[in-house]
């Protein structure tokens, strides 16, 4: 276990697209463990492979809710619905916040660390945090698609 060095914007690893992952590996495991520590001595909810430089299609994600805290490998969006505006911000772009649109509700289908395919239902936050992470596997920002900044 260990933290690793947070990528930030502008790093252009962040803009890079994520490989599958095909081996269910200890260094996968190893990789896991480390993006936890990693976002929680950071203070975020959600973190990507990407942000620490690895371009693996990795997530995990905490809100902090009861149940909330999920591993996310090569995970797809298969279902959303509907629309609202949120606030957001990322550990990669330090200091910035804004509003952006998410859905209400989504389904995504991962596999765990050991590659097992599972299917989660997700609403309000932890939705968010889904979108926001996934987006990181293909080089998206949350900034990307801001409306209106938010002035601290
Ligand atoms: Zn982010």
């Known amino acids: 276990m260990a933290i690793r060095l947070i990528r930030k914007e502008p790093d252009e690893v962040l803009r890079k697209t994520s490989r599958e992952v095909?081996?269910?590996?200890?260094?996968l495991?190893?990789?896991l463990d480390d993006m936890y520590d990693t976002m929680y001595?950071?203070?975020?909810?959600?973190?990507?492979?990407?942000?620490?430089?690895?371009?693996?299609?990795a997530v995990v994600v905490d809100t902090r809710e009861e149940g909330e805290r999920y591993e996310l490998v090569n995970p797809k969006l298969v279902y959303?619905?509907?629309?609202?505006?949120?606030?957001e911000g990322c550990l990669s772009v330090p200091g910035v916040s804004g509003y952006v649109k998410r859905p209400e509700k989504v389904i995504v289908r991962a596999q765990d660390r050991t590659g097992e395919t599972f299917e989660v239902e997700a609403t309000g936050l932890l939705a968010q945090a889904?979108?926001?992470?996934?987006e990181h596997l293909d080089g998206g920002l949350f900034i990307d698609k801001v409306t209106e900044y938010i002035d601290d």
Request: proline share 0%; net charge neutral; with cysteine.
């Open 130 to 134: 889904f979108c926001h992470e996934i």
């Open 29 to 31: 495991a190893q990789l």
């Open 80 to 87: 959303k619905k509907g629309e609202r505006e949120v606030t």
């Open 22 to 27: 095909t081996a269910f590996d200890d260094r």
């Open 41 to 57: 001595d950071a203070g975020g909810v959600g973190l990507a492979a990407v942000q620490v430089g690895i371009l693996k299609r």
